[in-house]
């Protein structure tokens, strides 16, 4: 692990009048830093420059007035998979598909000898994931229109599974199709609406 700017690197192209917003760093894994995809061209190609690059979640669909899908907090993002500990060749699960730019950070670390499945209850978000997905080079990433409570089926369980959607409680489907030194990461709902991040191995 180490601190890196990636991130900044890719904002500073906006212009000078907008460094302020984007001068912060991440702790996560080495093997981001040369990663090539950037959020504004392909995952969120509708949202202005300053608004993407901003450390805040970026709602990408309503209902009913109340946001259902969003591109989470980069901050955020970067404590989930630090605590997920990808490794090449994992096999992952991702409930909550969103824009599909998580599963594509996700893709690129465990490699092409590993495998991303993504899954949303919403088929429209599913499409549009698996076009941002495709644009970028990620075809090899699936994205299933399901409910993931249930998870995935798959005949080989799961390296990591994590949830970019926020919950009250763990699921047995999840512990079921996770391996036995797995990792499960997800934001977990506790009282007063309080959230917290948490891993389980």
């Not at 047995?172 to 036995?180: S, V, Y």
Request: aromatic share 8%; glycine share 6%.
């Amino acid at each position: 692990m180490l601190l890196i700017l990636w991130w900044m690197q890719e904002a500073i192209e906006i212009g000078t009048t907008h460094r302020q917003n984007i001068w912060y760093v991440f702790v996560i894994p080495a093997s981001f830093l040369p990663f090539p995809i950037r959020r504004t061209h392909v995952f969120l190609p509708d949202i202005l420059p300053e608004k993407v690059y901003k450390d805040d979640a970026i709602v990408t669909k309503y209902l009913d007035g109340k946001p259902v899908s969003s591109l989470s907090q980069p901050a955020v993002m970067a404590i989930m998979l630090e605590q997920l500990d990808l490794q090449r060749g994992d096999r992952v699960l991702e409930i909550g598909a969103g824009t599909g730019y998580n599963a594509a950070l996700i893709a690129h670390v465990v490699g092409e000898s590993g495998q991303v499945i993504a899954i949303d209850i919403d088929e429209d978000i599913v499409q549009a994931a698996q076009m941002h997905l495709a644009e970028a080079g990620f075809e090899q990433v699936k994205v299933i229109c399901a409910d993931g409570r249930f998870g995935y089926p798959s005949t080989v369980p799961y390296d990591r599974i994590i949830l970019t959607v926020a919950v009250w409680d763990i699921a047995i489907a999840w512990q079921e199709k996770l391996k036995p030194q797995g990792k499960l990461v997800l934001p977990l709902t506790l009282k007063d609406d309080i959230q917290i991040i948490i891993a389980f191995e």
